[in-house]
């Protein structure tokens, strides 16, 4: 049976071979170590939550290969219902913790958009990948796998490609191919949730020429593969999951660089090799249906700020709806970074093995808005929550308990009578930590960043055409072309 | 056969009874008096795309009552493709006319909102709405009608409520129930397309209490039915359009007052008369897709104005690509609007009569774009025309012809050697026409005011629910609900 | 006696030779013909200010030279108070009427400026013109002359330099230099405020290479000077000037293009003469000023569209205060390019010839906010003012007072039973002229595009020096140079 | 002498009673401590930067009393160019230090301020706070001090005025009045700069009626008076300045709690008590050269971010130029707050007392953006620098110089070959500093909220003289009066 169970899913990690360091520390186990048990609670309330007959619909489904139950994040998307799911289960996720669980969705992502890869090239090239793939996509619907998906390399000199760094480590890349699996080597950077994650899927971080056709990789990894060494990020305030007290939420996100050292991985495990011409469909698969998604985990982050937001008003001795007009502003970047996504998927269609693939102008499109209108969402939540909030301006928890002043700190952060001043200093700390705290996500340069989204704008869109609309209307009869380049 | 060509429509529109004025003057032929005529010629080119290979599949469907080839814009939209297909058609409109097409649109939203509606009414009420509508709609797809649909009303003073009003007529209202129909009376304002639709589409104005509920009423009437009287309102640069030259583009928009005084419609074209609770009904359906589908009409006039801002470019002697940025920024706003639309609409459902309705959250929440983005749009492309198109500060085009000094104003218009005069002078106007002329659509307005979209936008988003998400991740044990009210 | 009447000054018009044309017709008397008298009437109610009590301290001044009384925008601007007092004026003057004053303003500022580069020039070449300037001025104090400024050319092909352009007469240039003066041939497009203008003077379009030489040109020529032709530029609605009835104000602007074709300046009216290195100190200095200044324009229009709003607000039977978020957000956009030229004025300092220059950098910035923020303003006055604002969408005059159906109309317009309804008309009938109509002034392109005042902000972005800021507090200790070009 | 050195400086600071706490922790020497150290390094360089010739000019002047030269920052501001001082010298502390030094000039502008109410207190009352105000101010000078002022307080239920909370030390007050002087107690909160300080000069909080007249109390005291208990904040990331490494600058900010119980002040520190009338002119004289003032704040700290932007460009191995689209929309930003609070400040005039006061309108106005555009500067910031700067997301210095796979992490952190890892580090960590770190301040709410600002440009703009401005424009012959409110 594939839908696991909370239990289940912390045995799963707790049997990983340690390979994970912060501080300079190993840490031996994730569900219990402070620099990673809250990404773990995080993906955790994920498994609760397919359990929860409230939320069951949106987190669980059935495998379309085998009919059998299953956690919605190990699924197919063969439909534009089925991706639309991609995206409630996101924006609930955003809800539950706050933060980014980025082993839910990269590697579910991963796992579709490679099916539609495959496909391609075993067409072409008279592979079996795609056979592969579905053998490793029944075992993790089986297990009820955590993936992370790892894309964005260390990537060295932004001026010159893979094969021209001085590092070939600088990306992921073949090592040697031996007849019964792949020898890989190099650096993923700023990776999200392998904390909390079984496996990792490998996918190239960009289109690639054929000169740098061994950067063209995809496989799937155990988290805990020989070879791999990983280090967590720091993240803002990130110290203070270290401490006792209330400054800090229980569920969090955590980034990591990954380091593969001569890592072996068998065939049954690599789904692209050196075939250079796909690293590009990889990514236009990707970015379209990883982009239209985004936008409900920047969603549900913002509805989780409409809320903190109210909390701050309510413990200021004010009620919510004195800042019902920033409200709405925060409602209307929510719900357009969702609805833009949604509408993306809704103009995309079936990819070429049959798995939903958004359409690209307008996903692109949404990344502009993610990258952007979160901080404006950010800003607002401050703005209600006043100063307080702002910088998360107030003596920390250990201050607050003070057997010598703390009764002062208390008294002096306590507003309306009705609440406490502990209530009130935990929705400061939510509302500092969602801003501009450890509960930051990357949504400007995480899925990629706006530049680039935006040359995908403007390569589709048809500006000729446009002018000859234009031409027509104003009753031009000559042609009017771009002039031609000068050289 | 209901696909009918431009000549059945010019035909049809020239065997109607004159009663649309403007300056004091009575319009005999609506397809040859220059104040209308432009608005005739935009519906035409609908026609025309009808028949014409490239656009047949977006402006043609079969009936889902006859299964007969007719018109798309006298379809009924049950799915949530053909819901899209209707934001595809009016994207085109725009593209190929650079303005509103009023007879296209709002009377097709009409008929499909009242099926829904009339489903309940004849379910509460033991009324037979829906056979009567279901008549009237074979007959409209038989005979391929323009319909446009009237809800504005005048409404005089904006803190009163229609009964309240000094004039009866501020709203259009039912004055008399006879047996064999009713009577109508009052203002309609603003409403687009009149002058070159078959009939109009009437439906209240607002949600209505009781003690309105004369003013709760559906009709569809003739658009030269005895005791109608149209005026014509102005626009910016109208009376261009009374001029000879090229300082105006040969398509338009209109926007009429129509003035019911004691008009008879019989029952059988008679689709609410009184149901006072249904009104709301109403103004719910259609302002969801409305605001829904209208994100593609400003994204169709984007499109035609980044075109502009390409022939501007080239005529002046650079290339588009000088202004890509800005391009971009146009196409953002462009997809933004008409993604969201789609995205709404993915969101939607059937309604109680199975017609496909938008999601009202999203489509309003695309309202408030709606009435922002294009003035952006706007901006840029008088960004990237130049001084000649800020305000289409250059001669007219009769002095652009005149014989003494003509050759001066010609020579002085030449940018580019490689395009005429009249060339760059005629992509001036239009950028001028789209941006501050009589091609301006009314974004902010038009389908109800931004404000109102804010109001829904407010009321769905559930507050008390986000505040419960934040509480839990903030670890707060206590509740923290709104204060009460102080008396 | 330097401070003339309302009637000194339309005598002054009318006694000059007839050369400016519009719609294929020759203007006989610009105080009477409506193409020219609203401009006229605009400037006429500048020197009603000089005279009355409340207003006279902004509209009057002594003259530095000879302590007389004269008329501000007469006056040299030694101080940083003169110069704000150039600000404080054209605040007014669109309080007054609406729209913009080109008369006003471009040569005040030119007179100044000149004095500055005239210094330069004299000192480094030898000479005379600042004295000849001094007399010409003397003079204008004295004759309290109302003097246009002229610097935009034609232009022609925008990637060519003026001595390159096919046409030689695309920019105004010198053609001959004889003993006693110049003769001078060309085109200026755009020049504001010529019809209500007695003289022009004219600056250099741009800064120029030695080759382009005969462009770098400063004369002042009378309006009705020998061999100009002057052909009055289209604005939108601009026909409705020559309607009678109230669908448009009594005040207004006017735009020309300038046709010099062989005139002939005596030396005392000519202040640079092929002096090239100079023409870029003009546009230096000119801008500074100009662009500081402009800052008041828009926010003495915006003044007046918080008005408008205010107006519809009420006659729609609201109070304006309802609006207040919006009206403030109004304020905002005003009080902003209003302040930031203050400031840029007082971060400027005196120029070579004493006459104060305004900083560029933040001239230029406030440039960027000129060409934005007035959009912003009205859309907001759309949006307070509703649908008959948006596109100024109700009847025409003439239909309002139609004997036949004038009376439904007018009832249709009423809204507060307190106004009547011509008073709402008229209300909206100036929003629309303020944000769509002729009303509309060109802050975009006006006084140079943003797109070129974003260069002198870059320009003027010690990008270097904030790299060092930053790498000292970060503690790096290597240099961090940019990168050597690419070859 | 009163221009002080560093040593002086760090001299005064070791002498004073510890009674600052952090975590629990008595800070014993604010000098060495590391929760304090940051800060006062800060404001040493200030003094630095006074005997730096490079800048001597900004931070020193004479004393108007004595003639003797001072630091600038306790001077008196009696001219425009004074006052323009204050911006200046706050622009140059945010590019040496990156951030917020407090104690530079809250103090600075109570003391002018306060100048000026004294003046009309003396007048009314026949007290003598000015010539008590000239003796502190001279001891000031003399000494050097450096003066942290604090308006804030910790305020409790929002919705009731001081005198009805339920504690009375929600607000700072007098307790007693003897006859040598008077009692004090209560809570500011969020006070800048204390740590670095000597003094702190206690102002009211808000305007007051006369049943709060104890909260109208102004004071200056040693930052280690008997009785009062100081809690620093956390700040994010704070406790990186715990740790060694590079994970964070060597400057920084403080924001503290004061919490004052019975602290008794001599009469000759005493300069408003109980005189509730002038609370208000406080307020409105300290906001606005505040307000004004600030705008310099901000702008120094988006040139340090102009340059981080470039650091990051140069070592991920791109040219700075890049992005210059990007820093000059940083530079607009930055200029626009600064320039248009200097534009504030040549609006303003001379006070009661002599001392200058900003324009009230347009500081507020200014502080609506001080706001709002950092928030963007900052997204940019992180735009150019890419995903490592985003979060900071990269290893921590104690991992970069881990021995088992610090080599992994420097390595991947490489980016041109031409900087070091380290180098790139600092940078990244700078740029997470200054947009979501220790080094972010509070821009936001300090000095007050865009709410309040809001509020007083609402009361500054005159809508209805504007509205009288349209009705003139319009031709409109009736009055148009506001609607009179319904009871």
Aim: hydrophobic residues 40%; aromatic residues 8%; glycine residues 10%.
């Amino acid at each position: 049976m594939g839908l696991k169970t909370r239990a289940d899913y912390l045995k799963s990690l707790k049997g990983m071979r340690p390979n994970i360091y912060k501080f300079g520390e190993l840490i031996e186990d994730v569900t219990a170590h402070a620099a990673t048990r809250r990404t773990v609670e995080s993906h955790a309330r994920g498994f609760d939550a397919s359990h929860d007959p409230k939320y069951a619909q949106d987190f669980s489904t059935v495998s379309s290969f085998t009919g059998e139950k299953i956690h919605r994040w190990n699924s197919m998307m063969e439909t534009l219902e089925d991706i639309m799911g991609n995206s409630k289960l996101k924006r609930w996720m955003y809800r539950f913790t706050g933060s980014c669980n980025g082993g839910l969705c990269v590697g579910w992502n991963a796992q579709n958009v490679m099916w539609n890869v495959t496909a391609l090239i075993d067409k072409e090239c008279g592979t079996h990948y795609q056979e592969r793939l579905k053998k490793w996509i029944l075992g993790a619907q089986e297990k009820g796998l955590v993936v992370a998906g790892a894309l964005t390399d260390a990537k060295g000199d932004r001026s010159l490609r893979p094969s021209q760094q001085a590092d070939p480590d600088s990306n992921v890349h073949v090592k040697e191919v031996r007849k019964d699996g792949i020898v890989i080597s190099g650096t993923k950077a700023m990776i999200c949730g392998v904390a909390a994650s079984n496996e990792i899927f490998i996918l190239p971080g960009s289109g690639y020429r054929d000169e740098d056709k061994d950067y063209a990789v995809v496989v799937v990894v155990p988290r805990d593969i020989e070879g791999l060494t990983i280090v967590e990020t720091r993240r803002p305030s990130d110290t203070r999951e270290m401490e006792d007290g209330f400054d800090i939420p229980e569920m969090g996100i955590t980034q990591a660089f990954l380091f593969f050292q001569d890592c072996f991985v068998p065939n049954e495990r690599v789904f692209m090799c050196q075939e250079a011409k796909f690293a590009g469909k990889v990514i236009e698969y990707f970015t379209a249906n990883y982009r239209a998604c985004i936008g409900a985990c920047v969603a549900g982050q913002g509805d989780v700020m409409i809320g903190a937001g109210a909390l701050m008003a309510r413990t200021n001795g004010l009620a919510a709806a004195t800042f019902s007009a920033k409200m709405v502003e925060m409602a209307v970047n929510n719900e357009t970074t969702y609805c833009m996504g949604i509408g993306a998927m809704a103009l995309g269609k079936k990819g070429p093995g049959g798995m939903w693939v958004a359409d690209s102008l307008t996903a692109h499109t949404n990344k502009v808005h993610v990258a952007t209108l979160p901080y404006e969402t950010k800003r607002l939540c401050q703005d209600i929550g006043g100063g307080v909030v702002e910088t998360g301006c107030f003596p920390s928890s250990k201050d607050f308990n003070d057997p010598k002043y703390g009764h002062l700190v208390r008294k002096a952060l306590q507003a309306s009578a009705k609440f406490s001043a502990e209530t009130r200093a935990r929705a400061a700390r939510l509302s500092e930590w969602l801003t501009l705290g450890a509960g930051v996500p990357g949504c400007m340069h995480g899925g990629g960043s706006p530049d680039g989204a935006k040359l995908v704008v403007r390569a589709f869109t048809p500006v000729n055409e446009f002018a000859d609309y234009a031409r027509k209307i104003a009753g031009i009869t000559e042609e009017v072309p771009e002039p031609e380049k000068k050289k």
